[in-house]
């Protein structure tokens, strides 16, 4: 957690700023906290589509959101934010907290 505050401020931020901006991509894609080892800190990444970031050399993700509608229609159909405002109740964060042990080794 002290690595979110140290990159967002707080955890409300950094969620805050994560929906805005996977609520943002077009069509379909993922919104990713990643670890970059070049920097050795947080991040965020979308990608569209299928593409993902573990093609990038050095970047770990941590956490990934699925933003295709087949991910949140049924519950939300196709308001998105109200989705991504929701998501955070389920978020396992001693995984994300594991992966990032694991992505600085």
Same mark, same amino acid.
């Given at each position: ?6 990159? %967002? ?6 969620k ?28 965020? %990444? ?10 990038q ?10 933003? %295709? ?23 396992? %964060? ?12």
């Open positions: 957690r002290n690595m979110i505050d140290t990159a %967002w401020g707080s955890l409300d931020k950094f805050a700023d994560f929906n805005d901006q996977t609520a943002a991509i077009q069509g379909s894609g993922w919104g990713w906290l990643v670890y970059d080892k070049s920097t050795k800190g947080l991040g965020y %990444w979308a990608t569209p589509n299928q593409d993902l970031v573990t093609k050399p050095g970047i770990v993700p941590l956490l990934t959101i699925d933003i %295709w509608e087949h991910a949140y229609y049924l519950d939300y159909k196709n308001v998105r934010p109200d989705f991504l405002k929701e998501i955070w109740r389920i978020v396992h %964060w001693e995984h994300v907290e594991h992966r990032l042990r694991q992505a600085k080794e």
